[in-house]
């Protein structure tokens, strides 16, 4: 009867050790499961940042390109002036009323010529102060944004302008157009650089995932109007919390059309509610200056 008692007091020990080591081992791979999802978010947001660079690095290449094709094309023009000046005065054009008309025509084709590599050069200058405004918009903004979590808020350059983009975690609960108080916090920071930036226009896109709203949400109809009045509710609170200038300010909905990320899996669709605030440098000296070439 004891040898009974003790075997099954051995047997009932083996299994609660059995039983412990199998809740460790979940526990274990739950934390391992948690932290491969984290590490593929911080994948995809690299391989955002990386397209982002690659993106900016052709575009700049294309202006270098365009401007270097001009500039060819000026010194081929100088070229063919100087090689008509040589020639006629190689073929003997003796006579005073030719020889007069022809450097007077070489004159014109000079300042010409002169005129339009100040052009080119003005152009470039102003290209290049461009480019020194939008990578000093954006470390203004970037350090005003250090307290909040890159998940949450990036700042990066693309196409000569510079972008915002909040996640909906940090602005808004889900299918509501009220932004909360932490986001607010951020739109005040950022309405504080808007103010002093005053030759930059401000455009607010809001964007959604491609999951209908809930049917009979007041006030909305379909994932446009989810997406335009959040982005007319940051707009509000862009121009009153610090005064930005409304004029300078535009609020849209893109809905769920322009995604990060095509796939439907709940991270992916999580990455494209958001709301991207694009900043843009006024172009005002640049496109007078095409307008006169």
Same mark, same amino acid.
């Given at each position: ?56 690095? *052709? ?45 007077? &025509? ?6 010409? @010529?002169? *005129? ?11 290209? %290049? ?95 446009? %109007? @989810? ?35 095509? *796939? ?5 669709? &999580? ?23």
């Amino acid at each position: 009867m004891k040898k009974n008692l003790l075997q099954a007091s051995v047997y009932l020990l083996a299994g609660t050790m059995a039983l412990s080591s199998c809740v460790v081992s979940k526990k274990k791979y739950e934390d391992l499961l948690s932290r491969k999802n984290e590490l593929e978010v911080d994948k995809s947001g690299l391989e955002q940042q990386k397209q982002t660079l690659e993106q900016e690095k *052709a575009a700049l290449e294309a202006e270098k390109a365009n401007l270097e094709t001009m500039k060819a094309e000026l010194e081929k023009q100088k070229a063919e002036y100087q090689a008509s000046l040589q020639k006629a005065l190689t073929e003997g054009k003796t006579l005073g009323d030719n020889l007069n008309m022809s450097k007077s &025509q070489i004159e014109r084709l000079n300042a010409d @010529l002169k *005129a339009r590599e100040a052009r080119l050069a003005e152009l470039q200058r102003i290209l %290049d102060e461009k480019d020194k405004a939008v990578k000093n918009l954006r470390s203004k903004v970037s350090n005003a944004l250090l307290s909040f979590n890159d998940k949450d808020l990036t700042v990066n350059i693309r196409n000569g302008k510079v972008y915002v983009s909040l996640a909906e975690q940090l602005l808004f609960n889900s299918g509501s157009t009220k932004v909360d108080p932490k986001g607010v916090d951020a739109l005040k920071k950022l309405a504080a650089v808007l103010k002093e930036q005053k030759d930059v226009n401000v455009v607010v896109e809001g964007h959604t995932d491609d999951v209908p709203i809930a049917k009979g949400t007041v006030g909305m109809q379909d994932n446009w %109007d @989810l997406s335009v009045l959040r982005a007319t509710e940051i707009t509000r609170i862009l121009t009153t919390s610090t005064g930005v200038d409304p004029t300078r300010v535009t609020p849209s909905g893109r809905s769920k059309y322009v995604p990060l990320d095509q *796939a439907t899996t709940k991270e992916a669709r &999580q990455k494209n509610r958001r709301t991207e605030i694009i900043l843009t440098p006024k172009l005002d000296e640049l496109f007078q200056i095409l307008e006169n070439a």
